[in-house]
């Protein structure tokens, strides 16, 4: 089946401009994760959507980053006045749920985002 | 959550049997634990999970000794193709969130 599917898968834009990610889950997966991953800082968790829970935004690094998810499937992660150092591949990752049968999270490839 | 520990990278050659060992000395009751496999250019991809003793799959085996404060990760004769970035991790049953550390870069050589 469709794994998780992310748009644009690269993207490059000026320096204060604002730029959105689309990631699009797996079909009936309940949970949505965002990390980003660059040189420097490795691998990132962002934020975590979990049904109709208010999200986990306790990895965004600014106010600049926001995220949403409608009707608890596509994800959008915003990223507004973009700065030289958003630079990075931004991951979106789903799962079926968080529950006690642990299933993993499936990731798609990515949107790598260059700020010139 | 749970911090864990492994090598930087490891070399191997092609048919060899390779163990990533990984180090999560404060790995709670409900954690358990979870290895990716990341290509560049690519998502990480799950590789197996368990919560002790020992796992196997198709693709790697999973030992897990009964304290639970480390983890090995096994890959039988691996190839080219199994040159990747490995990562080790410790995963609270409750959110799934994964936290990475910086992974172990395998180099399988011909």
């Known amino acids: 089946g469709a794994g998780v599917s992310q748009s644009p898968s690269n993207k490059v834009t000026e320096k204060g401009k604002d730029v959105e990610l689309r990631c699009d889950p797996i079909?009936?997966?309940?949970?949505l994760y965002w990390y980003r991953q660059s040189l420097g800082q490795g691998l990132e968790f962002l934020i975590y959507f979990q049904g109709n829970s208010a999200p986990d935004k306790s990895g965004l690094p600014s106010d600049r980053f926001s995220a949403e998810r409608t009707g608890g499937s596509v994800s959008t992660l915003t990223i507004q006045r973009t700065q030289q150092e958003d630079s990075a591949v931004y991951l979106c990752?789903?799962?079926?749920?968080?529950?006690?049968?642990?299933?993993?999270?499936?990731f798609g490839d990515g949107t790598r985002l260059s700020i010139l | 959550l749970a911090k864990t520990t492994q090598p930087i990278s490891m070399d191997s050659y092609e048919g060899q049997e390779v163990n990533i060992t990984c180090s999560h000395n404060?790995?709670?009751?409900?954690?358990?634990i979870t290895w990716y496999q990341q290509f560049p250019s690519q998502g990480p991809r799950f590789i197996i999970q368990g919560y002790k003793t020992k796992v196997t799959n198709e693709v790697a085996s999973l030992f897990i000794p009964a304290d639970r404060k480390s983890s090995t990760l096994s890959l039988p004769r691996v190839s080219l193709s199994d040159t990747a970035v490995y990562y080790c991790?410790?995963?609270?049953?409750?959110?799934?969130?994964?936290?990475f550390g910086q992974g172990t870069t395998l180099q399988v050589k011909p």
């Open positions: 990752a789903s799962r079926l749920s968080p529950g006690a049968d642990n299933q993993p999270q499936h």
């Open positions: 404060n790995i709670a009751t409900n954690d358990y």
């Open positions: 079909s009936g997966h309940t949970a």
């Open positions: 991790l410790v995963v609270s049953s409750n959110t799934g969130k994964l936290i």
